[in-house]
Each structure stands twice: as C-alpha cells, then as structure tokens.
C-alpha cells in the first residue's frame, strides 16, 4: 500500500512516498530509505523499486526533496547539499520511528548520486546498518563505499527486477531476516561476502 506522508525538516515538512508491505501486527518489519538522482530524475526508478521491496515486506521511503517539483520536466531553481543531507537525516529519523519500523533493521539505498547524499548523512547518523549504491553506466558510487563504516555493496543498474531482488538478498542477509516475516530467522553472514 502507499501512502503519501509528511516529513518535518528544517521548519518544513517534506512530503515522502512510504509503502507498507502486508505484515504480521506481532513483528516489526525491515525498512529502507530510496534516494534518488540530482534532479528527482529517478523519481519513477526508485518508486518502483519500493514498491516491489514493500510486496517482500520492507516498509520503504520515497522522499520528495524541498525544491522538487512533481513536473520532472521542469527546471529546478538550485540544489543545497546541506539542506538535502538534513533532509535524509529527518527521513531517517521518520522511517526509525515508525510504528511498524524495526528500528534496528533500516538500509539506505542511493541511486546515482543520491548515493553520495545518502552516504554524507549515513557518517552523521547512526540509523543504517547498511548501504546499498545502484549505479548507472556512468556514474561512480564506487567512490563513496570507503566513505561510510557500515556494511555495504555496489549493484548495477541493470532490470529493475533484477536490481530489487539484489537489494532484497542483500539486506536480509545483513539484517538476517527471512525472506517472509512468517518464516524463522535466517542465518546468512554477511560480514563474510559483503564486508
């Protein structure tokens, strides 16, 4: 299911997209945090991955920033890093606070340079316990995987099916939680292939 919510963020609130998987009132569920392209550019690319993320139980988070239009098409006035870093940081705080939110269970996932964004407010939070970067043909998240002490991979953007079972695998077995909530925990070690 999605909902549209509001985020407050610098004496503003922000509006996000959130999407709840079906879940089991007695168990919390995974979150993850989508941070998109400069430009809200791939607005649509981290939606749908939300969206197939939520149907495997993950409550993910859509943010619309402070400049963003709904218009993809038109001009954006100007982009602050700082204002868009604090912004990260109130929806992390958000998505950890939520009432169906394991808070101990939340992923970043930067989409181009939303990785870079995603990874200046990871160093200044403690919310993530991992980080996941989809990079495009020509962009560099590799950069920005030394700069954050969490576990973390890199994924290509390749089939957007393809590319949410990645992060799927990848933050279950970092959080060790099974592919359905009804199921036991898992037991895959991730500090071993993703460290």
Not at 84 to 109: E, M, N
Request: aromatic content about 8%; proline content about 4%.
């Amino acid at each position: 299911m999605k909902l549209t919510v509001t985020i407050p963020s610098q004496e503003r609130l922000l509006e996000a997209a959130l999407f709840i998987p079906p879940y089991d009132a007695k168990e919390l569920a995974p979150a993850i945090l989508f941070e998109g392209s400069m430009t809200g550019a791939t607005l649509k690319l981290t939606e749908h991955l939300a969206e197939e993320l939520s149907h495997e139980g993950f409550v993910c988070l859509v943010l619309d920033h402070s400049f963003y239009s709904e218009d993809e098409t038109s001009a954006l006035c100007w982009e602050s890093p700082g204002k868009r870093v604090a912004d990260i940081k109130a929806a992390l705080k958000f998505l950890k606070q939520h009432a169906i939110t394991d808070a101990d269970c939340v992923v970043g996932v930067g989409v181009s340079v939303g990785a870079e964004y995603l990874a200046r407010a990871i160093r200044e939070t403690d919310v993530c316990k991992g980080f996941v970067m989809v990079q495009g043909a020509h962009d560099d998240a590799q950069n920005f995987i030394g700069e954050v002490d969490i576990p973390s991979t890199i994924l290509n953007e390749k089939d957007l099916s393809a590319t949410a079972d990645e992060i799927s695998i990848w933050a279950r077995s970092l959080i060790n939680k099974p592919q359905s909530l009804h199921r036991p925990y898992g037991s895959a070690d991730w500090r071993a292939s993703h460290r």
